[in-house]
């Protein structure tokens, strides 16, 4: 498995997070089937996915599979195996995925909830507004580096998926709320991290844990009752985006997607709105 784990962070460039997902889908699959990779057959990897039916939903069990036919592909590549028994097994069907969008009433509601007396209010008005202003994932944010910030220019500097970089423009609305968290930010707990944005009251990096409870309780106080997590300020930001005029391809290249069908996913965009921009720009619409 370290071998397994190091191919996708070296080679496949996966995150942590992901290498730790893929890992642990292996593990408990080999673990359940009582076989070794080079020995595993189809009806193993069938008989596995249908044993978590009812614990994990259809997106979940295609992720389950995706994890195990990485791992397969990887024993092919090593020479262990000459096939991979995840080729004969049908993926679950997904219906198109449609997380939950903010409206902009709703964002200004969940921004005005947050107390800014306190350097923990002033800290967590920064990370919505660089949630919602730049469209960060949430693991963006917990990594991202005051050096990576340039308020002056306007801009951000984020290392992405797959190590990738991107630029983001940084509004006015955020850029102000980044810098007075700056005059209020706690001394890190260790060198290490004195380059990390976002610190806790030890003056360690901020977890995702920790963000997702936060804006959990804001939205409460906002009295907004939508199941919303971090990434709906992602989905919330390109959606407004696209609602607004902006071009399918320059969202594509802020949200850092490399397809451009992921983009049209996160862009759950009213028919109207695409109704009245074909007929706008239409030369044959008078």
């Known amino acids: 498995m370290k071998r397994y784990a190091y191919y996708l962070k070296v080679e496949r460039q996966m995150s942590p997070n992901t290498v730790a997902a893929y890992c642990a889908d ?22 596995y996915v249908a044993s978590r039916s009812n614990d994990l939903s259809k997106r979940s069990q295609a992720r389950l599979l995706s994890s195990l036919r990485s791992y397969f592909d990887w024993l092919i590549l090593e020479g262990e195996r000459k096939d991979n028994p995840c080729d004969r097994v049908d993926t679950p069907k997904l219906g198109r995925y449609l997380p939950a969008v903010l409206s902009v009433e709703e964002v200004a509601a969940i921004m005005d909830s947050v107390d800014l007396r306190s350097w923990q209010g002033l ?6 507004e660089v949630l919602y202003g730049c469209g960060l994932r949430v693991s963006e944010v917990c990594c991202l580096l005051i050096s990576q910030v340039y308020l002056e220019e ?3 500097r984020v290392i992405g998926k797959g190590n990738k970089e991107r ?5 006015e609305m955020a850029a102000d709320a980044f810098s007075a ?4 930010r706690p001394a890190p707990s260790a060198t290490e991290y004195g380059d990390i944005a976002f610190l806790n009251r030890f003056g360690n990096p901020l977890s995702r844990v920790s963000i997702f409870n936060m804006i959990k309780k804001q939205s409460l106080l ?3 009752r939508k199941e919303i997590s971090p990434h709906t300020f992602r989905h919330s930001f390109a959606t407004h985006l696209i609602e607004n005029g902006a071009d399918l391809r320059v969202v594509q290249e802020m949200l850092g997607h ?29």
């Open 154 to 156: 306007g801009f951000v």
């Open 123 to 128: 800290r967590d008005r920064a990370i919505l």
């Open 181 to 184: 968290w700056l005059e209020v």
């Open 26 to 47: 292996v593990s408990d699959f080999l673990d359940n089937s009582g076989k070794d990779g080079a020995s595993a057959d189809t009806s193993d990897v069938e008989d």
């Open 167 to 171: 630029l983001v423009p940084l509004g």
């Open 222 to 224: 906002a009295g907004v």
């Open 258 to 286: 490399e397809s451009i069908l992921t983009t049209e996913i996160y862009t759950h965009i009213d028919s109207r709105t695409w109704q009245a921009a074909v007929l706008e720009h239409h030369p044959r619409n008078k």
